[in-house]
């Protein structure tokens, strides 16, 4: 088990009947926090790319999971649950920010990925730097499949889960994603 | 990570007092009545409850406007001396129904202000047919009127 694959089933049942009583919400509620910060952090990451937004993001998103949990009907994982909205608030978070800068949504990305190179959370080299570029560059599904899978580690199951699409459409986008970008960093 | 994306130091211990501090401040302004408190704004107690029922009234004011100028005719035609008979559907009045003569004589007399029965003349499926001589009828008569009928009308609808 990777260090970013959540912990699921009995445990996880057990946290979620935690936070849906009056009593051991906010203990529960804790407990959830520290266990799905960092995942929750490095994918909403690798969707806005800086810091400051990302941490705004999860912010948001872990108030989002604390208002609606008392209907979590548990019909999906609690972990594939909150990487969904994750999505979500990143999604929506990008669309107001290229809406507010008048931008595409390919400009954006651009604009974000260009800004890389003053942010100084970002210690990345220029093959790090060409390597987000190559990942712009692609379809948008396939971006997301790539991120949840090369740079969070998530095995194709739970990236199945969390994005309600099957195995083999993931590692169909996944190996056409890795070509397109081995192909774009072919001279580095 | 492979991305080459770093983390300021300390940002995920920290993170939890960080998000908790953020949640007590939006778990307060949630409350409706700090909502009420920050906005400024206040309404009058029950102004919800009795929403709907202004809504009906400004209905009934549209209503109000047509009595009242079907009054304001009703007056001139006293006014004028003419009887009115209980009517059907096919007996309905019409201003060409008046005498010229008993019309003209009046306005002559008492005159009519524009304005005045611009109410009637409004009024796209009135059968009243508006001579423009007849706009010339004392305002003050009318204004005293239609101030009584209003004075019903609302003590009615209370």
Not at chain 1, 13 to 27: A, F, G, P, T, W
């Amino acid at each position: 088990m990777s260090k970013n694959e959540p912990h699921i089933e009995e445990d996880e049942r057990l946290l979620v009947k935690r936070l849906q009583s009056e009593s051991d919400k906010q203990l529960a509620f804790d407990q959830l926090v520290d266990r799905y910060k960092e995942p929750l952090y490095w994918h909403i990451r690798h969707m806005v790319k800086h810091h400051e937004d990302a941490d705004d993001v999860l912010q948001n998103t872990f108030i989002k999971v604390f208002r609606y949990i008392d209907g979590f009907k548990a019909q999906s994982k609690l972990y594939s649950w909150m990487y969904r909205i994750a999505t979500n608030e990143s999604n929506t978070f990008l669309t107001k920010k290229a809406k507010r800068l008048k931008l595409s949504s390919q400009e954006l990305q651009d604009h974000l990925t260009e800004n890389l190179k003053s942010d100084p959370y970002f210690e990345g080299g220029a093959i790090e730097y060409q390597l987000h570029k190559a990942v712009d560059a692609l379809p948008e599904k396939q971006q997301l499949v790539f991120k949840m899978r090369y740079f969070q580690d998530l095995k194709f199951k739970q990236i199945s889960e969390i994005l309600n699409v099957s195995v083999t459409s993931l590692k169909t986008n996944y190996h056409h994603a890795q070509k397109k970008i081995k192909k774009q960093l072919g001279s580095y | 990570m492979k991305s080459g994306f770093k983390l300021p130091e300390d940002y995920m211990s920290d993170f939890k007092n960080r998000l908790n501090q953020r949640m007590e401040v939006e778990s307060k302004s949630y409350e409706s009545d700090d909502l009420k408190a920050s906005s400024g704004y206040r309404i009058p107690d029950a102004y919800f409850e009795k929403f709907k029922v202004d809504v009906v009234s400004n209905k009934s004011t549209e209503n109000k406007k047509l009595k009242i100028a079907i009054a304001a005719i009703a007056v001139l035609a006293i006014s004028l001396g003419i009887t009115f008979k209980p009517f059907t559907s096919s007996e309905q009045i019409n201003f060409s129904d008046l005498e010229d003569e008993q019309i003209n004589r009046y306005i002559d007399q008492q005159g009519i202000q524009d304005e005045v029965l611009d109410e009637y003349s409004s009024h796209q499926n009135s059968n009243f047919e508006l001579n423009d001589a007849i706009k010339k009828v004392d305002q003050k008569e009318i204004l005293n009127y239609f101030s009584d009928q209003l004075n019903d009308l609302y003590a009615y609808e209370e």
